[in-house]
């Protein structure tokens, strides 16, 4: 399973990601119709972009009276058919994160879809601040690079080999 | 019709009558002039006699964003502040990033219009369309940080903001317009144009968005340009790691750091304020501006000494070679925390360089009386540097008020004004044109005084090596083609450094699939000549003449003492010539009809 990485320390807040993302799906640039969304902290320079992670117990789909929303078990991707939207919003109100939001014109639903495996938003990301990677890999990555850390303390203390 | 790229609309805002207009984009002067810059100025030619006092009521200012801005094109989120420049008459255009122009595009408006003058500070809130005048009594006399948070508290914490600071205020001839509180239109005195309209700020929200003509073309084209820039030293890598202080040593390596006020072309200590050490001692990540894959802002904090614990944004290489080896300084903390008080005030911080810079030659020649300054000013006193910028930017002494006019009028106060290392008032930025001659035509022929980014031939003198940076040869063909491509890239609303990879027919690419207006390599260049006589014809009616496209004498003078370019002066004479014949321009530096006919703003003269 695959799954959309923040990389938060190397996000330099340029927010190319947002034009991408609604440019794909609405053919125009417009921040507000972006299902990623970056915050801007000025004060320390800090940006962090935050995504839909695609729950595996999704409260957008728990709340969605006409099962505009599934989740997708073979993709993982919870999926959004507009055709059923009766545009309730309940699951604006019961998404903790905001990552499935109202458009700018606060009446139709964007609900990132991960652009059918090949997402937008990381291919514009220049920094590598988004990556969309196996979930294992990513993991195991994290736990060799702290191992790597161990594995110098041992060298030093003892000398290679 | 307008047929992608643009909002299509221009806000007019007249402080005076407090009246509220909007009007459409042309599209016959988006075709000629494409926004930003040109169009900007193409409404300043329309609308306000070259001849007017920069700081009265009939001067007006344009705050322009372009048909690639709010897209992802890369580094497309310029905005420009356009008007007659308060340091010098001239027409002035100065540019930022930064995400504010993408927020008042996405607003509704391509371009804003500020005519006449509120009766007491007032900041604009533009707001999805909606437009109003709002009482800034409680912004009046912060500096540019606090301003940008109190306007972000009063309208929306995701508004952008333009601000000016207290410098700006004061009516400092080279105060500065700064953007989301750190980023900064800085140069020919924007700042104090917009105080003496009595405006303090802008914010913006937006909510509409910019759509394309050819969206399969324009992706094709920006995913092209993207690649070019990702494989390119400095677009790729260099930018997000060094900054463009990463020029510091690259430039005095060929002998071209104009030192103490250009006594000297070379700085003997100019790797302890370098990139590399700005990155080992005081960076703390990098920034981008919108939609930039480069990222070349720093994000800086001072770890030791007496400003431990100062942070900020920058310096970028104009302000390290202004604050520090102009003034002969190579303390690093110094020359940053100068850095960040020039930003705080709102000052142009190249032009306050350069301007201690001249006041410490001043002072060591005996020039200024030693009871005019409360502490000794020398070359290479780091305590002194920072000090001097504390009085230009409180201007609450006669000294400070003189420091904040800039360098010709500090010296020109002390009978000197030779000492200004100025061209039409504006002091050149970090580049010895001794050592790199086709960067003193450049300087010569700006028409907004002194300034390398109107046409930047370091890109060909420095970093092309079949380029002799040291021959006039050709230097005046160069610089052309450097200045009218930028003046049409400056209008699209792309950042210049995008150049380092880029050329005309990708950003005719980006230009053309964006708005749908037929344009290849060569058209694009053309509408960037139309932009630079435009101006040239601005400036002509505001009565500059010949006479000040010139060089400092020093330049021609006194050679450079040491380094790469040694025994190396600028002869401008050798170029000028050439370069007005190139431009279809008479003896006098005029166009010639035949020119403008060509042209097609015959109706301009």
């Known amino acids: 399973m695959k799954l959309l990485v923040v990389n938060i320390d190397k996000c330099t807040g340029c927010r190319a990601c947002e034009y991408a993302c609604s440019f794909v799906h609405t053919g125009m640039f417009n921040p507000l119709d972006s299902s990623i969304k970056v915050s801007e902290f000025l004060d320390d320079f800090v940006f962090v972009p935050s995504v839909c992670t695609q729950c595996e117990e999704a409260y957008c789909v728990s709340v969605c009276p006409t099962h505009a929303l599934t989740k997708n078990t073979q993709t993982g991707v919870v999926e959004f058919d507009s055709s059923k939207c009766i545009g309730c919003k309940q699951c604006v109100i019961a998404c903790p994160w905001g990552s499935i939001k109202l458009n700018h014109t606060g009446k139709e639903i964007i609900k990132c879809d991960l652009c059918g495996g090949e997402p937008e938003c990381v291919k514009v990301c220049h920094a590598k ?29 003892q000398g290679v080999g | 019709m307008l047929k992608g790229g643009y909002a299509g609309k221009i806000l007019r805002v007249n402080l005076t009558t407090g009246s509220i207009n909007i009007e459409d984009v042309r599209e016959d002067w988006a075709e000629n002039f494409i926004g930003g810059r040109g169009y900007g100025t193409r409404i300043m030619m329309e609308e306000v006699d070259p001849k007017v006092d920069p700081l009265s009521e009939e001067n007006k200012i344009v705050i322009a964003t372009g048909p690639l801005v709010s897209t992802y094109a890369p580094s497309s ?79 929306h914490t995701e508004a952008g903001t333009l601000e000016i600071g207290p410098a700006a205020e004061k009516l400092s001839l080279i105060s500065n317009v700064t953007f989301d509180g750190h980023r900064a239109a800085g140069r020919t005195g924007v700042g104090a144009v917009l105080a003496s309209k009595n405006l303090k700020g802008i914010a913006a929200r937006g909510s509409m968005g910019i759509g394309v003509y050819d969206n399969e073309a324009f992706a094709k084209a920006v995913y092209n340009a993207r690649d070019i820039l990702s494989k390119d030293a400095f677009s790729g890598k260099g930018g997000a790691k060094l900054g463009t202080p990463m020029l510091v040593n690259i430039i005095n390596a060929v002998g071209g750091l104009p030192t103490n006020n250009a006594h000297d072309g070379y700085f003997q200590t100019a790797d302890k304020i370098s990139g590399e050490e700005l990155a080992k001692n005081n960076l703390i990540r990098n920034e981008g501006c919108d939609s930039c894959p480069i990222a070349c802002g720093r994000v800086t904090e001072i770890r030791k000494g007496k400003y431990k614990g100062s942070h900020g944004v920058g310096p970028e290489y104009e302000p390290v070679w ?21 930003d705080e005030y709102g000052l142009d911080s190249i032009s306050a360089g350069a301007t201690i810079a001249c006041a410490m030659d001043l002072y060591e020649a005996g020039f200024i009386p030693k009871e005019d300054v409360p502490f000794e000013l020398r070359f290479g006193d780091s305590d002194a540097l920072v000090k001097a910028v504390r009085l230009m930017g409180e201007q609450e002494s006669e000294f400070g008020k003189l420091l904040a006019q800039g360098s010709y009028r500090l010296a020109e106060h002390y009978g000197y004004p030779e000492f200004s290392m100025s061209v039409k008032k504006q002091e050149f930025p970090a580049y010895d044109p001794r050592a790199i001659k086709g960067i003193g035509l450049e300087y010569a022929t700006s028409n907004r005084g002194a300034c390398h980014v109107r046409g930047y031939t370091i890109g060909a003198e420095v970093f092309d090596k079949n380029v002799d940076r040291l021959t006039y040869e050709g230097k005046a063909g160069l610089t052309k083609i450097f200045q009218d491509l930028t003046a049409a890239l400056d209008s699209t609303g792309i950042c210049l450094f995008t150049t380092f990879g880029l050329k005309a027919k990708e950003l005719a690419e980006l230009f053309e699939t964006a708005t749908g207006i037929k344009c290849d390599k060569k058209e694009f260049i053309k509408k960037g000549e139309r932009i630079w006589n435009m101006e040239r014809l601005f400036n002509i009616k505001a009565g500059f003449t010949k006479e000040d496209d010139k060089l400092p004498e020093r330049l021609a003078n006194e050679p450079i003492k040491s380094g790469a370019s040694k025994g190396e002066v600028a002869d401008l004479n050798k170029m000028l010539p050439e370069y007005y014949e190139l431009r279809g321009w008479d003896k006098d530096g005029i166009p010639k009809k035949e020119k403008l006919i060509e042209l097609g703003i015959e109706d301009l003269a």
Not at chain 2, 322 to 334: H, I, K, S, T
Request: aromatic share 8%.
């Open chain 2, 77 to 155: 989120g310029r905005v420009m502040v356009i008007t007659k420049g308060a340091l010098n008459g001239a027409i002035a255009c100065s540019n930022s990033g930064g995400h504010f122009g993408p927020e008042l595009k996405r607003a509704g408006f391509d371009f804003v219009i500020i005519e006449g003058k509120a009766q007491s500070p007032v900041y604009l809130w533009i707001n999805k369309g909606s437009v109003e005048i709002r009482d800034a009594s409680k912004l009046w006399g912060k500096n540019v940080k606090d301003a940008d948070k109190i306007m972000k508290k009063f309208t």
């Open chain 1, 129 to 157: 601040a988004l990556e969309f990677v196996d979930a294992e890999d990513m993991v195991l990555d994290k736990k060799h690079r702290n191992a790597v850390k161990y594995k110098q303390l041992i060298v030093e203390q």
């Open chain 2, 322 to 342: 202004a604050l520090g080896v102009a003034c002969g300084v190579d303390d690093l903390d110094n020359v940053v925390m100068a850095s960040y008080l020039c």
